[in-house]
């Protein structure tokens, strides 16, 4: 009794830990993860939160699935903590790449090196989730006359791969169900403890509840005929008519039936199982003839290599529940063997499914052939002993982004109608020298802060150059729904285009285009050397950015795989994506535009940015010149030409508004009777002819 009680103790605790790691199991972040992913492929948007991304091509559309184990299997290895592994599947389920990404199996850390391991993950390569994949041996042959796929485990470390094999095929069975090729999504069926029924073995067997399924020697010796295996089963060919498999399943997850085959200490073990895994289907078997139901090498909690199952087309993870419980007499007796399998991986234990016998035959003596045939055992459950709860109401992934980023959207959306609202109606009192500075400067500190680095809001021409690809694909532009947040910002652009011309974004919402103008005034308050280019130089290199906006186009109409890299010539994703967190280049050349920025103001973006010249060209949309002249404007006053940084007023006094920022410095020259020249001659004329004579 004390040794039971330990093993329940150990049992619990062991449960307890799995329960734990699984709780701790968090997706990697996801700049983390999108380094991972080789082009052409990237990382899309997210799927849910359990870290599944859709996997995009080189044209932004969807071509499948990326995902970590961890979350979705967080099955304990022999250290006790998941092995995690990166899996990419594609739209049809086959496996693009698996690779390894943490582990503490002491064989491989301490042993065998990694190489082995990472060796193990480059065979699922080409397969399909589909394919019944087992952990072979390493050696002889399993091909012919095999219907399994066998991937060569590694010596000195079967059972570890056997479970990284089963958490692969777990997690992408979770994945597969839910998101692919139109399955329900409909939660899993589960045991209704409200149906209570007495009944006994003979009931189970009379109304179909145990399964029983018989395969003959001689069947199985049809399945080899013609291949190299057909006589090495001598017992076959002697008794052709005795069962090689005589096999009895039932479904122990509802608790009538339970009853009917286990006895009352059977049934509170199964009981204080299925109190820890609450989720587990506990599935008996029972074998009274010669198969024997698990190979000579199985190792106890583990998935048994000669047993596998379907349902609705998708492999079903089985494992060992390590339970040895006690039966009625009036049960079959035979080898027993409790399998269990988690609902919450998609199987449903009220639909049909099929569990799959291997039978193994070996040719030879020194590293013998094994060759293997299937034998299918359909089970159909009965459905009045389970329920099956509502699905929840599923909304539009635009919608769910939208509850996601609420309150992200509510305060970035009053901001922008205060802006809005103040530079379209309260421009002249903003403009005044003492108030103009103090509120521009907050406003481009929130930008940074608020706008880039916490809401992710920088707006990029990769967007503008996925929606160019996606039209030309005649695809969908449903992405730009889920970022609700910079779609916010490209709806206020846009807006800015009729109202401004490109200064509302340029001038006030590119948080790169903020961090530039506070690296001026640095510059300045340093006091370096400015640098103001030449008209004639200033405005050749004004066009820079409209080639480099028709080289981005170029390249996304002819050479989509390769727009990641080239887009890089924006430096937004460094400075605010990944708050300068990359490769010492990126961040070397972000820096430099800054650095850049103190001694030329706001070379990136007068000269080079491509998003800037894409802005120029949505400002011929500008319905109004917005910015008040005058006559003397130009002849003789040059004053807010010379005092421009920008360099966007011609010697005529008139506004280049496709390269206006919307700084209002002019605005207040132009208001200020103590800077604007044609004000203060005005001012003095008019005194001296007040002046007595």
């Not at 640095?522 to 008209?535: A, D, E, F, K, Y």
């Not at 080639?547 to 937004?572: H, M, N, R, S």
Request: proline fraction near 7%; aromatic fraction near 10%.
């Amino acid at each position: 009794m004390a040794q039971l009680f330990a093993m329940r103790v150990l049992f619990t605790f062991c449960w307890v830990l799995f329960s734990a790691v699984a709780a701790l199991a968090a997706p990697m972040p996801r700049a983390d993860l999108a380094q991972m992913i080789v082009p052409p492929f990237s990382l899309g948007e997210p799927l849910n939160d359990k870290g599944v991304y859709s996997l995009l091509n080189s044209g932004g559309a969807e071509a499948g699935y990326v995902f970590e184990t961890e979350p979705l299997s967080p099955l304990p290895g022999f250290s006790g903590t998941p092995i995690n592994m990166l899996v990419i599947l594609d739209l049809e389920g086959k496996f693009l790449d698996v690779r390894l990404i943490d582990h503490n199996e002491p064989i491989f850390v301490s042993g065998l090196g990694q190489a082995p391991f990472h060796q193990f993950m480059e065979q699922y390569r080409g397969h399909s989730i589909a394919d019944s994949m087992v952990v072979g041996t390493p050696y002889g042959d399993g091909g012919g006359g095999s219907s399994l796929i066998y991937l060569d485990g590694v010596t000195k470390a079967t059972a570890s791969v056997r479970i990284a094999h089963e958490s692969i095929m777990a997690a992408s069975l979770a994945v597969a169900r839910e998101k692919m090729q139109g399955l329900s999504l409909q939660p899993p069926a589960h045991p209704d403890p409200a149906v209570q029924e007495t009944l006994r073995w003979d009931d189970l067997v009379a109304q179909g509840i145990a399964t029983h399924h018989v395969v003959s020697n001689a069947q199985v010796q049809a399945l080899f005929a013609g291949t190299i295996w057909e006589d090495d089963d001598p017992e076959a060919q002697t008794t052709p008519d005795a069962p090689y498999l005589d096999l009895w399943l039932v479904d122990l997850g509802p608790p009538s039936v339970a009853r009917a085959v286990l006895t009352d200490s059977g049934m509170q073990e199964l009981q204080d199982f299925l109190s820890i895994a609450t989720t587990d289907e506990p599935i008996l078997l029972i074998e009274t003839a010669r198969h024997g139901l698990v190979s000579p090498d199985f190792v106890r909690n583990t998935s048994p290599n000669w047993l596998s199952a379907q349902q609705g087309g998708f492999p079903v993870a089985l494992r060992d529940s390590d339970l040895l419980i006690d039966l009625r007499p009036e049960v079959p007796e035979g080898s027993a063997l409790i399998l269990r399998t988690d609902r919450r991986l998609g199987f449903d234990p009220a639909s049909e499914w099929v569990l799959q016998v291997s039978a193994v035959r070996e040719h030879g003596i020194f590293q013998p052939e094994t060759g293997t045939v299937t034998l299918e055992v359909p089970v159909t459950p009965q459905p009045r002993f389970f329920t099956r709860p509502q699905p929840p109401r599923q909304i539009p992934p635009w919608q769910e982004a939208l509850r996601n980023r609420a309150a992200d959207l509510i305060v970035l959306a009053s901001g922008l109608s205060l802006l809005v609202l103040t530079l379209l109606l309260g421009q002249k009192p903003l403009a005044r020298p003492r108030r103009l500075t103090p509120f521009r400067l907050g406003i481009l500190a929130a930008v940074i802060g608020f706008v880039g680095w916490w809401g992710q809001g920088q707006l990029s021409i990769v967007t503008a150059l996925a929606a160019l690809r996606s039209g030309l694909d005649g695809g969908s532009f449903a992405f730009l729904l889920y970022d609700p947040f910079s779609l916010l910002i490209w709806a206020v652009a846009i807006l800015g285009f009729v109202l401004w011309g490109r200064g509302l974004f340029c001038g006030w919402l590119c948080p790169f285009g903020a961090m530039q103008e506070f690296a001026h005034h640095l510059g300045r308050g340093l006091r370096l050397p400015q640098i103001r280019l030449s008209r004639r130089w200033d405005a050749a290199l004004k066009q820079l950015k409209y080639v480099v906006l028709a080289g981005l186009v170029g390249v996304t109409v002819w050479a989509p795989d390769q727009i990641d890299k080239a887009a890089e010539i924006e430096p937004f994703k460094t400075a605010v994506t990944t708050f300068f967190i990359r490769e010492w280049y990126y961040v070397a050349y972000a820096v430099f535009w800054l650095l850049a920025g103190m001694i030329l103001f706001k070379g990136f973006c007068r000269y080079v940015c491509p998003l800037g010249a894409l802005m120029a060209i949505g400002g011929l949309l500008r319905g109004r010149d917005w910015i008040a002249r005058r006559a003397e404007c130009g002849s003789p006053c040059q004053l807010c030409r010379v005092k421009c940084q920008y360099q966007a007023i011609s010697d005529a006094g008139k506004i280049q508004y496709s390269e206006c920022f919307q700084c209002l410095d002019c605005v207040s020259i132009h208001d200020d009777t103590a800077r604007c020249v044609p004000l203060i001659l005005a001012a003095r004329k008019a005194q001296k002819t007040r002046s007595p004579a």
